[in-house]
């Protein structure tokens, strides 16, 4: 790990992701900026554990490049150059391509991929401008998986999956880092994403050969993405997922003991 | 790959690719409705050609972004065709502006017109499309679904959206019938310089004839024939078994 102090923007701290990635960084000693669309209710205790470290709370709309635009500048005057962002939103609809409305489609693929385009022009842009940092995508399994159950989802997590690839080549050559993890649902998510086309998440918790996954997993990934240890994992795409995938259809597959 | 009797929409038919799928259509007896939102001109020379070659068309017009105009087009093309057997998802912006030079408005322009766009034509298509024995949606997309272009973040946003909004519509439509596939083409020569091999985008290198195949195994770069000819194939009864699929159709260039 070596941010050099530098500080690690959350997009989603109320997320379980973002949690425990709170959690992680903290015990690093580095700045932390949070953005809580709970306005840090939903993170209550994360931020009591907080005694030492330097935290700024933030409650923006991230679909606005305004907002964004004036946090960093928050952000950057008190806690010092952000070094790490980490894109975790990650909203999701139940609904279907007949059904949908305008207005859902966009306000999804908003929240989660154009705010991911916006953070990666501002916040990234300010990262070359310095000409160091890393950014990281918390995409999900739908990026490649469809989850018949919410397809804007699908579609927004498929949009970001390229955005990690241009902005690997644009701002990889001013020293930026850009790396993405396809996380499983976290134990407890996957019912969010059920379907009546699809038996994807029946019996999830069986399903993974080795475990399912949880949010201190991606912590401990993302962590080590960010220090010098990664320096060559550039554009990469690492899915997160205990090996969930792996498994295809339930008569082929074997039970597990 | 016959379509004989067959309906189409083809968005985006009025230039490029759209015209070149429209054409191959018409050719093999579908008869087709040619959709533009701006080039008016381009739609009736797809029409003459149709037309030349014995078959039947029929000009819409709307922008595919805004979801009153789609299912008012799409309406207009099921009443002028009399029902509709076949969508091919065309039409699609490119601004080649690099990741700092994008603004929210050229954003929201992309996003609204390439991947927002594909599905309002789906939904608006699906009432049309479910009537019919063996619906067909082909979202013609790019191989930069998979692959950066290095000019256009946004579009190759739009295109990895694509991607996975085909998969889910092949899942969802599936149950009536309807196959959902997406080509991804790879550099084809419709006479802009964006898209011409020996012309890329700023930034690139020009490259000369003679690199050709340094580039492009074939020799050659695409043509608007060759994404008409597989369109054809998947909107014919021999693909019936194939949905969800997204077949790289760059004369294997992106293995290079």
Same mark, same amino acid.
């Given at each position: 790990?070596n941010l050099?102090?530098?500080?690690?923007?959350?997009?989603d701290?109320d997320?379980p992701?973002?949690?425990?990635?709170?959690?992680?960084?903290?015990?690093?000693g580095?700045?932390?900026?949070? =953005?809580?669309?709970?306005?840090?209710?939903?993170?209550?205790?994360?931020l009591?554990? +907080? /005694?030492?470290?330097?935290?700024k709370? +933030?409650?923006?709309? +991230?679909r606005?490049r305004?907002?964004?635009?004036?946090?960093?500048?928050?952000?950057?005057e008190?806690?010092?150059?952000?070094?790490? +962002?980490?894109?975790?939103?990650?909203r999701?609809?139940?609904?279907?391509?007949?059904?949908?409305?305008?207005?859902?489609?966009?306000?999804?693929?908003? /929240? =989660?991929?154009?705010?991911?385009?916006?953070c /990666?022009?501002?916040?990234?842009?300010r990262? @070359?401008?310095?000409?160091?940092?890393?950014?990281?995508?918390?995409?999900?399994?739908? @990026?490649?998986?469809?989850a018949? @159950?919410?397809?804007?989802?699908?579609?927004?997590?498929?949009?970001?999956?390229?955005?990690?690839a241009?902005?690997?080549?644009?701002?990889?050559?001013r020293?930026?880092?850009?790396? %993405?993890?396809?996380i499983?649902?976290?134990s407890g998510?996957e019912d969010?994403? %059920?379907?009546p086309l699809?038996?994807?998440?029946?019996?999830?918790?069986r399903?993974?050969p080795l475990? %399912?996954? !949880?949010?201190?997993?991606?912590?401990?990934?993302?962590?080590?993405?960010?220090?010098?240890?990664?320096?060559?994992?550039?554009?990469?795409?690492?899915r997160?997922d205990?090996?969930?995938l792996?498994?295809?259809?339930?008569h082929k597959? !074997?039970?597990?003991? | 790959?016959?379509?004989?009797?067959?309906?189409?929409?083809?968005?985006g038919?009025g230039? #490029?690719?759209?015209? #070149?799928?429209?054409?191959?259509?018409?050719?093999?007896?579908?008869?087709?409705?040619?959709?533009?939102?701006?080039s008016?001109e381009g739609?009736?020379?797809?029409?003459?050609?149709?037309? *030349?070659?014995?078959?039947?068309?029929?000009?819409?017009?709307?922008?595919? *972004?805004?979801?009153?105009?789609?299912?008012?087009f799409?309406?207009?093309?099921?009443?002028?065709?009399? $029902?509709?057997?076949?969508?091919?998802?065309?039409?699609? &912006?490119?601004?080649? &502006?690099?990741?700092?030079?994008?603004?929210?408005?050229?954003?929201?322009?992309?996003?609204?017109?390439?991947?927002?766009?594909?599905?309002?034509?789906?939904?608006a298509?699906?009432?049309?499309?479910k009537?019919?024995?063996?619906?067909?949606?082909?979202?013609?997309?790019?191989?930069?679904?998979?692959?950066?272009?290095d000019?256009?973040?946004?579009?190759?946003?739009?295109? $990895?959206?694509i991607r996975?909004l085909?998969?889910?519509? *092949?899942?969802?439509?599936g149950?009536?019938?309807?196959t959902?596939?997406?080509?991804?083409?790879?550099?084809v020569?419709?006479?802009?310089?964006?898209?011409?091999?020996?012309?890329?985008?700023?930034?690139?290198?020009?490259?000369?004839?003679?690199?050709?195949?340094?580039?492009?195994p &074939?020799?050659?770069?695409?043509?608007?024939?060759?994404?008409?000819? &597989?369109?054809c194939?998947?909107?014919s009864?021999?693909?019936?078994?194939?949905?969800?699929?997204a077949i790289r159709?760059? $004369?294997?260039?992106?293995?290079?």
């Open positions: 790990m050099l102090n530098q500080t690690v923007f959350i997009t701290a997320h992701s973002g949690r425990a990635l709170i959690a992680r960084f903290a015990r690093e580095v700045p932390l900026a949070l =953005n809580s669309p709970s306005g840090g209710n939903a993170i209550r205790e994360e009591a554990a +907080l /005694t030492e470290a330097k935290v709370l +933030l409650q923006l709309d +991230l606005s305004a907002a964004i635009v004036d946090a960093l500048e928050a952000v950057e008190e806690l010092g150059p952000v070094g790490l +962002l980490i894109h975790n939103q990650h999701y609809e139940v609904t279907n391509l007949e059904h949908c409305s305008e207005s859902l489609f966009v306000d999804v693929m908003d /929240t =989660n991929a154009k705010s991911a385009f916006l /990666t022009q501002i916040i990234g842009g990262m @070359a401008e310095r000409g160091f940092g890393s950014i990281l995508y918390v995409t999900s399994i739908h @990026a490649e998986k469809p018949a @159950a919410s397809f804007i989802y699908s579609a927004s997590q498929g949009a970001i999956q390229m955005l990690a241009e902005a690997a080549l644009e701002l990889g050559r020293g930026v880092r850009v790396n %993405t993890v396809e499983a649902p976290v998510e969010h994403l %059920t379907s699809s038996t994807l998440y029946d019996n999830y918790a399903k993974a475990q %399912t996954v !949880k949010a201190r997993d991606l912590a401990e990934l993302a962590l080590f993405l960010s220090g010098d240890e990664a320096g060559a994992l550039h554009g990469a795409t690492i997160l205990g090996g969930f792996l498994h295809y259809m339930d597959m !074997k039970k597990s003991t | 790959m016959d379509v004989t009797g067959k309906t189409a929409l083809v968005t038919a230039t #490029g690719i759209g015209q #070149g799928v429209a054409i191959e259509l018409a050719r093999r007896g579908a008869k087709v409705a040619v959709h533009y939102n701006s008016r739609a009736e020379n797809t029409r003459r050609q149709i037309e *030349a070659l014995g078959g039947e068309a029929h000009i819409v017009q709307g922008n595919i *972004a805004n979801q009153e105009e789609v299912q008012r799409v309406s207009e093309t099921a009443d002028a065709l009399g $029902g509709l057997d076949i969508l091919v998802n065309n039409a699609a &912006l490119q601004l080649n &502006l690099s990741l700092l030079q994008h603004d929210e408005t050229s954003f929201d322009k992309i996003m609204h017109t390439n991947l927002k766009g594909y599905w309002l034509c789906m939904q298509a699906l009432p049309h499309l009537k019919r024995s063996a619906g067909r949606v082909i979202n013609i997309s790019s191989v930069h679904a998979k692959r950066p272009t000019f256009d973040p946004v579009y190759s946003m739009s295109k $990895g959206g996975m085909t998969r889910e519509a *092949a899942i969802e439509l149950q009536h019938g309807i959902v596939n997406a080509i991804e083409p790879g550099a020569d419709v006479g802009k310089q964006q898209v011409r091999p020996e012309l890329p985008p700023a930034g690139g290198e020009p490259m000369e004839r003679s690199d050709f195949r340094m580039h492009f &074939l020799g050659r770069a695409g043509k608007p024939q060759d994404v008409g000819h &597989l369109v194939f998947i909107a009864d021999a693909s019936a078994f194939l949905s969800g699929a159709l760059d $004369g294997a260039s992106m293995l290079l």
